[in-house]
């Protein structure tokens, strides 16, 4: 029983840490990228947060978010 419980609180904070980096690598890529210029505007909060979300998309693809939202 101890076993199993320690095997899935493992497997959490992995997960966790995992999550807690993916989040600071997109909030460094939105930065660098000018998404947090403007948050009095409701698109800008919209396009900021899309781009921590997908970042990959951001950084490799060089999708630019600024055009999709008016």
Do not use: C, K, Q
Not at 19 to 40: D, E, K, P, R
């Amino acid at each position: 029983m101890a076993r199993a419980f320690g095997g899935r609180r493992m497997v959490r904070s992995r997960s966790g840490i995992f999550g807690a980096v993916y989040l600071a690598i997109g909030v460094v890529v939105a930065a660098t990228h000018g998404y947090f210029v403007g948050w009095n505007i409701p698109g800008n909060v919209v396009e900021a947060l899309m781009a921590i979300v997908l970042w990959p998309v951001v950084a490799i693809l060089g999708i630019d978010f600024h055009a999709l939202i008016p």
